[in-house]
């Protein structure tokens, strides 16, 4: 019901600004998100090579910081070549289709308090909805359409398998991450991305919703197509994946989009459980932090510092198998979302009727560890006992095969030559390994 009341909430601050300040607010979120794509592949680069005792781009501009510009530039005028059996219109929208989405997501994150801005007072928001998070969340949907066109426009069959895995992969995943969300508009009893980042104005998302916290963490990944969930994009089986046939500009598209999909999640991370652009605990005890143009330095610091979880896992986890992969999203990240909600709904439910708050949180979650924990750990190791049952009879099954090929034994000793024999039979005593007598080589 309180859900239902704040999608009907006016949202004070926006819709009666001038027109050329919603114009300055664009330019500066389109600003914004090519900056930190640009800052997101040279700070990639240069940590992964760190972790692998490697230097990374250290020639164009000083330290290298210029890399991903001068890459951008080579791609932009490098020759496009269009292979015989595309569908052309489908071809030249599916980049479009990957990038447009991935910029308008990031129109109802918050930036930051209200400032004054040229002698008018304005949000650093260029908007906001009742259901903000949700065009977010439509918004990041929509990129699997570029995937999956880009695969079949192709004309081929590696960017075909790549847009079918990453069609499977990215809709399996939005469902976890969706639903890792309900537990935030509970809590917050709102969908606004203002009126979530206000309600945590004491306490942060992410201590007391840390399971819808983990779980939107690992769907981001397999959202983004990221390691060690890059199945979409595996190089060595599928020779890039949905883009193998992409060059040029076009190419330049879908790595833009994949950088600023990285960006937009971590910003509703940080919107959504780490207090949006509100100072972290030692810098919020000065009472100028979360005034002014200062928000927006500790909301790109958050944004940053997810950015690097990214980079870790890339360069620190191998891939995932697919059916791995799919398993964890379905049969595990799902199943604990949606025990975690009713644990989460009965949490408030009892503190609207004014339970103590220890009462209305120890009970909902002691009933799901005794209902669905301990159980589920009791299935778990029985599945591994059945699994590790498996593997010794599979053993004992072949042990027990006739041998169809010769093995040689396992206490070989190989003879010695009949070279070796013959020089050991017929050499005197006193000769060396020609046969000849030490007395003749010494006369």
Same mark, same amino acid.
């Not at 001038?18 to 500066?28: D, T, Y």
């Not at 069959?157 to 069609?167: E, F, I, M, Q, V």
């Given at each position: ?9 006016? *949202?004070?601050?926006?819709?009666? #600004?001038?027109?050329?300040?919603? *114009?300055?607010? /664009? ?9 930190? +794509?640009?800052?997101?592949? /040279?700070?990639?680069?240069?940590? /992964?090579?760190?972790? @692998? ?13 210029? @890399? ?18 595309? &569908? ?18 990031? =129109? ?16 650093? #928001?260029?908007? &906001? ?11 990041? =949907? ?11 426009? $192709? ?13 499977? @992969?990215?809709? $399996? ?26 309600? #945590? ?17 690992? $769907? /981001? ?8 969930? &890059? *199945? ?15 060059? =040029? ?14 960006? +937009? ?51 620190? *986890? ?81 042990? @027990?095969?006739? #041998? ?26 006193? $000769? ?10 010494? &006369?």
């Amino acid at each position: 019901m309180s859900v239902v009341l704040a999608a009907s909430q006016n *949202l004070p601050g926006f819709g009666n #600004q001038p027109f050329w300040i919603s *114009l300055i607010k /664009v330019l500066g979120v389109f600003v914004f998100l090519v900056v930190m +794509t640009l800052f997101s592949i /040279v700070f990639e680069r240069k940590v /992964v090579g760190r972790m @692998q005792n490697r230097i990374g781009p250290n020639r164009t501009g000083p330290w290298g910081v210029l @890399q991903s510009l001068a890459d951008g530039v080579k791609l932009a005028f490098k020759e496009e070549i269009i292979p015989v059996l595309a &569908d052309k219109p489908v071809y030249f929208l599916a980049p479009i289709l990957s990038a447009v989405p991935a910029f308008l997501a990031f =129109s109802v994150i918050p930036f930051g308090p209200s400032v004054s801005l040229f002698g008018h007072h304005t949000p650093l #928001q260029l908007t &906001d909805l009742p259901v903000g998070v949700l065009v977010v969340f439509a918004c990041s =949907s929509l990129g699997v359409y570029g995937v999956v066109l880009s695969g079949w426009a $192709s004309g081929s069959t590696y960017p075909l398998l790549g847009g079918l895995r990453s069609a499977a @992969q990215m809709i $399996s995943y939005e469902v976890a991450m969706g639903l890792s969300m309900v537990a935030v508009f509970l809590f917050s009893d709102t969908m606004s991305t203002s009126g979530i980042v206000a309600s #945590q104005r004491h306490l942060w998302h992410v201590i007391p919703l840390f399971v819808s916290f983990f779980i939107y963490a690992i $769907s /981001v990944v397999g959202e983004t197509n990221r390691a060690p969930f &890059d *199945l979409a994009e595996a190089e060595s089986e599928l020779v890039g994946g949905f883009h193998t046939e992409y060059s =040029s500009f076009k190419f330049a598209m879908f790595f833009l989009a994949e950088y600023i999909n990285m960006v +937009t999640v971590s910003a509703l991370a940080t919107t959504l459980f780490l207090g949006g652009w509100r100072a972290p605990v030692p810098i919020s005890l000065w009472h100028g932090a979360n005034h002014g143009w200062w928000p927006i330095l500790w909301f790109t610091a958050k944004i940053v510092a997810i950015i690097f979880v990214f980079v870790w896992l890339r360069g620190t *986890l191998p891939r995932l198998r697919y059916d791995q992969f799919m398993q964890l999203g379905w049969k595990i990240l799902i199943p604990i979302n949606l025990v975690w909600i009713l644990a989460v709904t009965a949490i408030h439910v009892f503190r609207d009727r004014n339970w103590p708050a220890w009462e209305a949180t120890v009970l909902p979650l002691g009933v799901v560890l005794l209902l669905v924990v301990i159980p589920g750990v009791m299935i778990w190791e029985g599945a591994r006992a059945r699994r590790e049952a498996d593997r010794l009879d599979e053993e004992d099954d072949e042990a @027990q095969l006739p #041998q169809t090929f010769p093995t040689p034994p396992l206490n070989l000793v190989v003879p010695k030559s009949p070279r070796e024999l013959a020089n050991a039979n017929v050499r005197p005593a006193g $000769s060396l390994a020609g046969g000849r007598p030490k007395e003749d080589i010494d &006369d």
